[in-house]
């Protein structure tokens, strides 16, 4: 298969921009509106995702005629954007941070925050005393954002004994948080 092909006969699948206008076949979209009837109980009705998507209908070397995501760019809420070398942005997925800092075998649980002139990592360290490996946990994050093309901005590693919890009673601890707007 070229791609995720939908279950088009389940649910209705709307590639959208950022104010929930349709985007054109083959054209980025920054999230998906999801219409599904199989739940009777709770159906989901225009169920929005922030999944940034390319969806076409060109027809599939595989013979199956539904539309198919072709490019999946992953939650646009939990992607950073930095800049290139040459000023152009670089959309980084948070997989990229997420596998660099779990390789760290002294951080239990962690927090990355992106401002418009750093990025800083809230660690909570598996175990209390040495803090020798921040600075190297820091280098190693640069050089995977430098990989991928980007100009990383100071990177910072706190040591935390608590990470930050959204103020909604029941909120999802957000893990990748960015304070700079992701519009290209």
């Known amino acids: 298969h070229d791609g995720l092909h939908l279950?088009?006969?389940t649910c209705v699948v709307e590639a959208v921009d950022d104010d929930d206008q349709p985007v054109s076949d083959g054209e980025?979209?920054?999230?998906?509106l999801v219409t599904s009837w199989l739940n009777?109980?709770?159906?989901?009705?225009?169920?929005?995702?922030?999944?940034?998507v390319v969806i076409t209908s060109d027809p599939c070397r595989c013979g199956r005629q539904s539309r198919r995501i072709v490019k999946l760019g992953g939650r646009a809420e939990d992607t950073i954007c930095l800049a290139a070398a040459d000023g152009r942005p670089i959309l980084v997925h948070p997989n990229n941070l997420e596998e660099t800092i779990e390789q760290c075998p002294e951080v239990a649980r962690y927090q990355v925050l992106q401002r418009a002139d750093s990025i800083t990592v809230s660690?909570?360290?598996?175990?209390?005393?040495a803090s020798d490996w921040t600075a190297a946990l820091a280098g190693e994050i640069s050089n995977r954002l430098r990989s991928l093309g980007a100009e990383p901005p100071p990177i910072h590693v706190n040591i935390v004994t608590e990470l930050e919890r959204p103020a909604t009673v029941g909120a999802k601890l957000k893990v990748?948080?960015?304070?700079?707007?992701q519009k290209l």
């Open 28 to 32: 980025a979209a920054s999230g998906l």
């Open 40 to 52: 009777l109980t709770l159906p989901l009705v225009r169920y929005r995702l922030d999944d940034s």
């Open 123 to 129: 660690a909570v360290a598996r175990h209390s005393g």
């Open 176 to 181: 990748i948080r960015s304070e700079v707007g």
């Open 7 to 9: 279950r088009e006969e």
